[in-house]
């Protein structure tokens, strides 16, 4: 039948389109609900998103397909004679006119369908099945790019293979956001990708730059590409200053301040005040002037209480308000495997707010003095803290890092907002009998915290290691974003003594270096952990 299947089966496509629109109108032959129309609607509406959001998965994956296969065919039908980067060009000309897309947008979109075609056999099924989104097959390509064919089917298998020994918990990847599978995704890339992070990163850091870009009305971008922890620090140091400088008398907002302290940073305008230049630990660059690196990375961690976590830890609480060289100080969790921190591995550590670190970077945060570096018992099973409690209504600080490990940014499908700007709260309230430990504790950002306690939006049970999820005021269930915790890689000249009764007490495989305990240490953190 050929160009006529094709003609037939889209007019049936913009037919079925026709009575779905009508179905949104509300104006189909049957009400969704004859009890209760509009109530009938609102549901029939969702039902219809999540059935479109299906339909243009494998539309993605239709166009995918058709066009490797046009670049197949064009190239035979063009003959041996045309070189080869000249065939790409016209091939991506072509399709770049038949969907209106760019030159540069074109051949990335041709780009990432040979990937799916040929080398990401899951992501393209789950593209065809309405599982997974187009966003979602073109972070998998982009990550999959620096990979072997052995790195890609394993990245493949984690995310999308439940049946995988080491498949990925929580959410499904098709029910997260595309730029959060992007960060779940680039946190399994470094931890497994065959060259090691410290090589990669030292080709990064020679590609340290600046960039400007114009925008609209009269304005434009200022953006630099650094070392992840020199970036961490300074957005955490903007927004400490920024907080320090809310009032009933300050009208600018808080992404306002954060711009405004900026450019006072880097044109040497600011107008505001400065007592933090003086002498001291804080005040360590290379220039002489300032606060370091680890002081900046200590962005404002919270206090003890279940609200207003932001506020206690001394930013707001100042005499005078700081300006952007002063050394604030608070906390962010530097969580970094004993192997790599003792050099005796290259498995990357955990930067709180960005993800996965080399652990030369962590070594000099921790030995710079970052207020951040914790001794955490971890299950060596899985990676995961362990559960501590408290029988009192105030939340520790010790326990809000925990739930910050835990949880790695605010629960709420699709948030990203991390844990520094979190509060600290309990999913069954404490009038209600609710205890005050991580498994029935949440860190909603503000906004949804705000959302919890005004909607009808309600979280479900947690554990001690899985955040809560999430009921919607429709009474559907979405299920929350996990940390993919991996248990420590043990360096091959690690000697392992077992102990049984001690693996028993605490969890730990008892390992010996030189002497050195590291199951009695790890112990020893969780028992006696270091003051807040």
Same mark, same amino acid.
């Given at each position: 039948m050929?160009?006529?299947a094709?003609v ?5 496509i913009?037919a079925?389109?026709?009575?779905l ?5 509300g104006?189909g032959?049957?009400p969704?609900s ?6 009938g609607l ?7 998103l999540?059935g &479109?959001?299906e339909?243009e %998965? +494998?539309? =993605?994956? !239709?166009?995918a ?6 670049a ?9 004679d045309v070189p080869?980067q000249a065939q790409e060009?016209?091939?991506a000309?072509e399709?770049g ?5 760019g030159?540069?947008?074109a051949?990335?979109?041709l780009?990432t369908s040979h990937?799916l075609?040929s080398?990401?056999p899951?992501t393209?099924?789950?593209?065809q ?15 999959? &790019?620096?990979?072997?064919? %052995? +790195?890609? =089917?394993? !990245?493949?298998?984690h995310f999308?293979d439940p049946?995988?020994?080491d498949?990925?918990?929580g959410?499904?990847v098709?029910?997260l956001?595309a ?7 680039r946190?399994?890339r470094?931890?497994?990708?065959a060259?090691?992070?410290?090589k ?5 850091v020679?590609?340290r ?6 925008d609209?009305?009269?304005?434009a971008?200022l953006s ?5 922890a020199?970036?961490?620090a300074?957005w955490?140091?903007?927004t400490a200053?920024a ?6 008398e300050?009208?600018r907002?808080m ?9 006072d940073a ?5 107008s505001?005040s400065?007592?933090g230049?003086?002498s ?6 290379s ?9 900046a990375i ?10 207003g976590?932001?506020?206690s830890?001394?930013?707001n609480?100042?005499a ?5 060289s002063?050394p604030i ?5 530097v969580t970094?495997p004993?192997?790599s ?14 993800g ?5 970077m962590a070594?000099?945060?921790v030995?710079n ?12 099973r ?6 501590i409690g408290?029988?009192s209504?105030r939340?520790t600080g010790?326990?809000?890092?925990w739930l910050?490990m835990r949880?790695?940014?605010c629960?709420?499908?699709g ?8 509060d ?6 404490w009038a209600k ?5 991580i498994?029935?504790?949440?860190q ?6 705000k ?6 939006w309600?979280?479900t049970r947690?554990?001690?290691?899985e ?6 005021p429709?009474?559907r ?6 940390q993919?915790w991996e248990?420590?890689?043990?360096p091959?000249?690690?000697?392992p003594q077992l102990?049984?009764?001690?693996r028993?007490i ?10 050195f305990?590291l199951?009695?240490?790890c112990?020893d953190?969780i028992?006696?952990?270091?003051s807040?």
């Open positions: 050929g160009t006529a094709v037939k089966a889209y007019a049936d913009r079925a389109l026709a009575v629109n009508t179905e949104v109108d104006c032959s049957d969704f004859v009890v209760d129309p509009l109530a609102a549901d029939g509406c969702l039902d219809i999540a &479109a959001r339909v %998965a +494998g539309f =993605a994956g !239709l166009k397909k058709a066009a490797v296969k046009y197949e065919s064009a190239s035979v039908v063009a003959g041996p080869v060009m016209a091939v000309a399709v006119c038949v969907l209106a897309l030159p540069r947008a051949s990335s979109f780009a990937a075609m080398s990401l899951r393209f099924a789950g593209l099945a309405g599982t997974l989104s187009w966003s979602h097959a073109v972070v998998m390509a982009d990550e999959a &790019a620096s990979l072997d064919t %052995a +790195g890609s =089917a394993a !990245l493949e298998a999308l049946e995988a020994p498949s990925a918990k959410c499904p098709g029910q956001p730029h959060r599978f992007r960060v779940k995704a946190t399994w470094e931890r497994h990708h060259e090691s992070i410290e990669r990163h030292a080709k990064g020679a590609d730059r600046v960039e400007f870009r114009p609209q009305d009269g304005m971008w630099a590409c650094l070392p992840a020199q970036a961490l300074g955490n140091r903007l200053v907080r320090s400088l809310q009032g009933p300050e009208s907002t992404s306002q301040l954060r711009a405004d302290k900026f450019a880097i044109l040497g305008s600011s505001s400065s007592s230049s003086g001291g630990s804080g005040n360590r660059t220039s002489g002037r300032g606060a370091s690196v680890t002081d200590d962005e404002a961690d919270g206090g003890d209480g279940d609200t976590a932001r506020d830890a001394g930013v609480g100042r005078g308000r700081e300006d952007v002063s100080r608070a906390q962010v969790l970094v004993v192997f921190l003792m050099g005796l591995a290259d498995e990357p550590a955990m930067l709180d707010g960005y996965p670190i080399p652990p030369s070594r000099d945060l030995a003095g970052a207020g951040s570096f914790y001794r955490v018992l971890v299950d060596p899985d990676g995961a803290p362990l559960e408290r029988k209504y939340v010790a326990m809000r890092a910050r949880d790695g940014k629960p709420f499908p948030c990203s907002n991390n844990s520094l700007d979190n600290a709260d309990h999913i069954l309230a009998g609710g205890t005050t430990g498994s029935n504790l949440g909603p950002c503000p906004k949804h915290h959302l919890r306690h005004s909607t009808g309600k979280p947690a554990t001690k290691n955040p809560p999820g999430w009921i919607s429709a009474g269930h979405y299920p929350s974003e996990h993919d248990p420590p890689k043990r091959r000249q690690l000697v102990n049984p009764a001690q028993a605490s969890g730990c495989t008892d390992l010996v270096v030189g002497g305990s199951g009695e240490a112990l953190g028992l006696h952990p270091p807040a």
